[in-house]
């Protein structure tokens, strides 16, 4: 029996109660799903669950009592041993271990799909993350968002999201200037402008632009005039940063399904769109001769300006189009990944939604990262040998490679500074969190190996009461987990929830691999049990590749 499976259970048992009148209890304040949770203390049962004292106040007795009617019926029902009723009205069950077993099978048989859920289904989800500005390679922060953002992309489809993966290319204004004449400086032997862009990546794609314009037929840029040198310079430069970043974010198992240029906001008239859409809904004024948005009635600072008095449309303008495009595409939520750097943009991006008519929260979420920062030996890892003035996704990749690169990234709460130890993440030991998970999934697939060799065959039949050891128990209960945190993860946005349920079940695994045995001792023959522990074992198998499947991270057969 699956918590899930026990939680409708109980469900069902209240909506009895209700309809017989048993339990004072309206049938819509049951709720759906009653939760259920695993003990801290193994020895108060399998499960337990606090609906009593949630609903005794509405049935109009004492939490315990309430707690004695539904443990009463509860003890009859099919593969529970035990209910206890305990303190104030907790109710602790224990499952038979043929209950608890069959959990194993459900897995194995379940595959890839065990997991996942519904509770998404129906719902567009628009989902932009990294969304750098093509005049470098992808910073650090960059790289944390590539790894959360395809990891939480993960979650959502996992839990029936139809996802749109998105990244947003600034290409309209003043850094693509900068850009193009930091590489014609660099064409030219010259210094960076003051503003410009540094680093061995600018000197290398200075060259390139050249290369491709003699290899075309082309005269050489720096041989035209300045203006014409530097444009020839923008066109072909940003191509080229922008195929770069494309081919390292794929690399690292984070790819995109929609490229959004800024520029085609203003090009295509779409800022003039929305901001008609928004005058018409009585939002905007004009004033000292720009346009206006009135953010200030929904809870910002201070109204912000749409079109500036010389008729230049203004930053904030563009993200008014882009959400609004978004939505138009179908998107029912809008969420962005923003760095630390953003959190003061969040006011008047919810109070455009609200604009709009939509729903902050709802329509259009914001999440905020924290920085990032490289360790080696104790002291910072400061700069880039390539970029020059920051740490590139390649620079943490190439020291790492990209499972402990993305692991590192996702398993602390975007919200939190993160300091990454690249010695730690390159030692084969159990304090690297991404090789204790991995070495645990290579170590299941080891068994099974073994147990192929000793004759130990799942066809053989699964007898789920033979798991009758607590350290079957005990995994067998961290198993059941899975599917919830899979789901929290994906509602709360936080997929390093899921990085560190998967260090609990290695963790839990590596305890059962010490205690169970699934291959028989010299000539002992093959019993049940070593078929029942076989089948656990290539449980957790399942459940470790799935897990570290969301967060994009490989399951090793070898290690």
């Known amino acids: 029996m699956t918590p899930e499976e026990l939680a409708a259970l109980i469900r069902t048992t209240l909506l009895e109660a209700s309809a ?51 443990a009463t019926t509860l003890r009859d029902a099919e593969g529970i041993e035990e209910v206890a009723v305990a303190g104030p009205g907790f109710i602790n ?15 194995v048989e379940a595959g890839e799909s065990f997991g996942t859920n519904t509770s998404l289904s129906g719902t567009h989800i628009n989902l932009e993350y990294v969304s750098a500005n093509p005049t470098g390679p992808v910073h650090l922060g960059g790289a944390r968002w590539a790894a959360v953002g395809d990891s ?3 979650l959502m489809q996992a839990s029936g999201g139809q996802v749109t993966r998105e990244y947003y290319f600034n290409d309209h204004g003043s850094q693509i200037d900068r850009f193009a004449r930091s590489l014609y400086a660099r064409a030219m032997g010259h210094e960076a402008p003051e503003d410009g862009y540094g680093g061995q990546y600018i000197a290398e794609i200075a060259d390139q632009v050249r290369h491709d314009a003699l290899a075309a037929g082309e005269p050489d840029p720096v041989t035209l005039p300045e203006e014409d040198a530097v444009e020839a310079f923008r066109a072909r430069g940003v191509d080229l940063m922008f195929d770069e970043i494309k081919q390292r974010l794929h690399s690292f198992r984070s790819d995109f399904d929609v490229f959004f240029h800024e520029d085609s906001l203003h ?76 959190h003061g943009y969040i006011g008047r991006m919810m109070a455009m939604c609200e604009a709009f008519g939509d729903t902050p ?6 999440l905020i990262g924290q920085m990032v920062n490289l ?20 620079d943490l990749v190439d020291a790492v490679g990209v499972d402990a690169a993305r692991y590192a990234l ?5 919200d939190s500074n993160l300091d990454i130890d690249l010695d730690l993440l390159t030692s084969h030991s159990n304090e690297n969190p991404v090789y204790y998970v991995q070495y645990a999934h290579a170590r299941t697939r080891n068994v099974a190996r073994n147990a192929a060799e000793h004759g130990v065959d799942r066809e053989a039949g699964f007898d789920p009461a033979a798991l009758d050891h607590p350290a079957d128990g005990d995994l067998l209960g961290v198993l059941a987990q899975f599917p919830a945190q899979v789901a929290q993860a994906a509602e709360l946005r936080e997929p390093h929830r899921v990085a560190r349920y998967l260090e609990q079940l290695a963790a839990a695994y590596h305890a059962w691999y010490g205690q169970c045995r699934v291959t028989p001792r010299g000539e002992e023959p093959v019993t049940p049990g070593h078929v029942a522990r076989l089948w656990l074992n ?22």
């Open 20 to 70: 017989s009148g048993t339990l004072a209890l309206d049938a819509a304040d049951v709720p759906d799903p009653v939760r259920v949770e695993r003990p801290k203390n193994r020895d108060h049962g399998d499960w337990a669950t606090n609906v009593a004292l949630q609903l005794a106040r509405r049935a109009g007795v004492a939490p315990r009592e309430f707690a004695e009617v539904l």
């Open 375 to 394: 360790v080696r030996d104790g002291q910072p890892v400061r700069m880039s040998k390539r970029a020059g003035t920051i740490v590139t996704l390649d």
């Open 267 to 342: 090009s295509s008239g779409a800022v003039a769109r929305a901001i008609e859409v928004l005058r018409e809904r009585g939002e905007v004024f004009d004033e000292d001769g720009a346009v206006w948005l009135r953010t200030t009635d929904y809870g910002d600072d201070k109204d912000r300006v749409l079109i500036k008095s010389d008729g230049q449309a203004a930053y904030f303008a563009g993200d008014v189009a882009y959400y609004l495009d978004k939505r138009r595409r179908g998107a029912d939520v809008a969420i962005y990944l923003l760095g630390a750097d953003h």
């Open 410 to 414: 996702v398993r602390v709460s975007m």
């Open 361 to 366: 929260g709802v329509n259009m979420q914001i």
């Open 93 to 107: 069950i224990t499952l038979g271990a043929a209950s608890a077993g069959q959990l194993a099978a459900t897995i």
């Open 152 to 154: 939480l992309a993960r």
């Open 538 to 559: 290539d449980a957790v198998t399942q459940v470790l590749r799935n897990g570290l499947g969301l967060l994009g991270v490989e399951a090793p057969e070898r290690m």
